[in-house]
């Protein structure tokens, strides 16, 4: 089991910058990839950045060049991260981290594939 619980949300205007974190716990030495989502009322929920235990970074189209995903590994807990710069109004959502644990390779930006969720932080960003 792995427990995540996502911070940072909030309210900011239109190109300004959030950092969200999500603390992970119990069997983080399992997992494969952390990641984050993120969906708005009546849409599916969509991918935005995942990052392996390597360390090598992906980024939906719409944020790259403006969210950065890094990952802090302690020696019990692990902290997922995701740094969001120049906000756009359309960036508004509530954001979810996602923990896959399981052999091969991560899931990527399918939803349905990630194991655990955490319950999410809303993000409005407002004109």
């Known amino acids: 089991q792995v427990q995540l619980v996502e911070s940072g949300g909030g309210s900011v205007q239109a190109g300004g910058s959030l950092r969200l974190s999500c603390a992970a716990s119990?069997?983080?030495?399992?997992?494969?990839?952390l990641g984050w989502f993120r969906q708005t009322p009546g849409k599916e929920r969509e991918g935005v950045a995942f990052i392996g235990s390597s360390g090598n970074a992906n980024y939906a189209d719409s944020v790259k060049g403006r969210f950065t995903i890094s990952l802090d590994k302690g020696n019990a807990d692990t902290t997922l991260y995701l740094q969001m710069n120049s906000l756009h109004l359309e960036d508004t959502a509530m954001y979810y981290c996602?923990?896959?644990?399981?052999?091969?390779?991560?899931?990527?930006?399918?939803?349905?594939?990630?194991?655990?969720w955490g319950r999410g932080t809303q993000v409005t960003v407002s004109s």
């Open positions: 996602a923990a896959y644990v399981g052999r091969g390779y991560c899931p990527g930006f399918r939803a349905s594939g990630w194991t655990y």
């Open positions: 119990g069997a983080t030495r399992s997992t494969t990839c």
